[in-house]
C-alpha cells in the first residue's frame, strides 16, 4: 500500500473514534435532558463509529500496514436543543463523507483498486448515514415545540437495535 493511502487511512481510524467519542458525548447531553430514546439513538450510532474505525484498523493490518493510534480529541456540544444535536450530527457524518471521499479519490489517483472497493461500503454507509440524519431534522423540526410529540418521538428513537456491520475484511 502507497504510504499517503495509509497514512490517510490511518487518520480515518481517528477520525471513526472521534465519531464514537462525540456521539456519546450526545448520548450524555440528552440523557442529562431525559430524552432517552434520542440518547440511545446516539448510543447505538457511536458503536458503529467503533466498528468503522475497527474495520479499517483491521484493513491496515490485513495489508501488513501498521496503525499509529493519535490521541482523540474532547468532544465538545453547545447544544441548546434536541434540534442543535440533530444538526451538530448531521455536520459530522457531512465532515466524515468528504474525509472518505478524499481518500477514495487519492485510491483511484493510485490506482488502488483493493482500497476503493474496501471505500465502497464506506461511501455507501455514508449515504444511508447523511439520510438517516436529515430524516431525523426533519421529523425534530416539523415537531418544532411541541414536546409530547416529540416524547413520542424519543419513545419510537428507543428501539433502535444495534446491528454489526455488513462488511468483513478477508
Ligand atoms: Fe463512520 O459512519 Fe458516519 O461518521
Known amino acids: 500500500m502507497k504510504k ?3 497514512k490517510m487511512l490511518n487518520d480515518q481510524v481517528n477520525k471513526e473514534l472521534f465519531s464514537a467519542y462525540l456521539y ?3 448520548n450524555n447531553w440528552l440523557m442529562d435532558q431525559g430524552f432517552t430514546g434520542f ?3 446516539y448510543r447505538i450510532q457511536a ?3 467503533r466498528d468503522h474505525a475497527m474495520l479499517i484498523y483491521d484493513y491496515l493490518h490485513h495489508n501488513n500496514e501498521t496503525v499509529d493510534l493519535q490521541a482523540i480529541e474532547q468532544p465538545n456540544t453547545e ?3 434536541v434540534l442543535d444535536i440533530l444538526k451538530a450530527g448531521l455536520e459530522h ?3 466524515i463523507t468528504a474525509s472518505i471521499h478524499d481518500i ?3 485510491a483511484l489517483k493510485e490506482k488502488d483498486y483493493r482500497t476503493k472497493e474496501f471505500l465502497d461500503w464506506f461511501v455507501k454507509e455514508q449515504g444511508e448515514e447523511e439520510a438517516n440524519a436529515n430524516d431525523l431534522i426533519d421529523r425534530a423540526t416539523i415537531l418544532g415545540d411541541d414536546r409530547k ?3 413520542i418521538m424519543n419513545g419510537e428513537l428507543a428501539t433502535r437495535a444495534y446491528a454489526p456491520p455488513s462488511l468483513t475484511i478477508t
Open 4 to 6: 499517503n493511502i495509509a
Open 24 to 26: 456519546l458525548e450526545f
Open 39 to 41: 440518547a440511545h439513538w
Open 47 to 49: 458503536m458503529e463509529e
Open 79 to 81: 447544544a441548546q436543543s
Open 93 to 95: 457524518e457531512e465532515y
Open 104 to 106: 477514495y479519490e487519492v
Open 149 to 151: 410529540a416529540l416524547y
